[in-house]
């Protein structure tokens, strides 16, 4: 009995040691399974921190824009008012501006449409100032035929007849000859003066034959502004004597192709003979 006691003793210990060695084998491995756990919770745990920290400051990021994206659209917004403030202000102004314009237009048309009727009442001549100023003109009938003077009357009487617009439309077509040509007058006196106006300038002269007359013109020409494209010399006279009314007539012509050759092409002169014109103008020497 006590010998069978002693084997079953000697055989419980190899299983005792057995026993405690899968134990502790099963501790370490767990030990080791819990710390491995522990470092990889450790890891996420730093891991999910550090995305916290970003998403945070994302979120910070975000709530700033936030905030200057308000800032912003509340600028706009008063922006937006002001510029509708002062878009109204200037329509209201245009407005303004155009009803004013509008009375202003309508108030020179009235204006336009009276300074023609005036016109045209103007040239309203009785029969017999145009004749007699005609037979003043024209002073050998001999030389001018009936038919020009009956020419001449007819346009009185057109003028006369014309609406104010078609006078307005006469006026404006000389502004644009104006400004497109010079218009020399030429005028002789009663006293036997040339006065000639060519734009800004006057100037007189005395003469006792044609060919004088031209070389004094001439010169006179050359003393001048350059003149436009087009000049038409405009010649009317007083009350003078026939011999200078005769001597400028026969001299007019060639002192203007003179003055046409001399401008090398760059001015066409032409003139033309517009007769008696009562004298209106002062007779002082100069």
């Not at 921190?49 to 910070?60: A, C, I, M, Q, R």
């Not at 309203?124 to 035929?145: H, K, M, N, T, Y």
């Not at 000859?177 to 006196?189: A, G, M, P, V």
């Not at 003469?207 to 405009?234: H, M, W």
């Amino acid at each position: 009995m006590i010998g069978s006691f002693r084997r079953l003793t000697f055989q419980l210990t190899p299983l005792l040691d057995l026993l405690l060695i899968v134990i502790f084998a099963q501790f370490m491995e767990v030990r080791e399974t819990v710390e491995r756990e522990e470092q990889e919770s450790s890891a996420q745990i730093d891991r999910l921190s550090g995305e916290l920290e970003n998403k945070g400051n994302e979120l910070t990021a975000f709530e700033t824009k936030l905030v200057e994206a308000q800032q912003a659209l509340k600028a706009a917004e008063q922006n937006s008012a002001s510029q509708r403030e002062r878009l109204e202000a200037k329509d209201v102004q245009q407005r303004t501006e155009i009803i004013e314009l509008t009375e202003s237009l309508k108030l020179a048309r009235q204006q336009r449409d009276l300074v023609g009727e005036l016109l045209t009442e103007l040239f309203r001549i009785p029969d017999e100032v145009v004749d007699q100023v005609l037979s003043q003109q024209f002073e050998d009938p001999a030389g001018q035929p009936d038919q020009r003077i009956e020419e001449l009357k007819e346009s009185f009487r057109n003028l006369a007849d014309q609406r104010a617009d078609e006078m307005i439309m006469h006026l404006l077509t000389y502004e644009e000859l104006q400004k497109r040509s010079d218009i020399w007058q030429l005028y002789l006196t009663e006293d036997g003066r040339v006065q000639l106006s060519a734009g800004n300038e006057t100037r007189q002269f005395r003469f006792s034959t044609a060919e004088e007359f031209e070389e004094v013109l001439f010169d006179l020409y050359k003393n001048l502004p350059q003149p436009k494209g087009l000049v038409i010399i405009l010649f009317s006279f007083g009350d003078a004597q026939r011999v200078l009314r005769r001597a400028v007539q026969e001299g007019l012509p060639k002192v203007t192709d003179r003055m046409r050759a001399d401008s090398n092409g760059r001015t066409r002169f032409e003139y033309a003979n517009l007769g008696f014109r009562p004298e209106s103008i002062p007779s002082d020497e100069p």
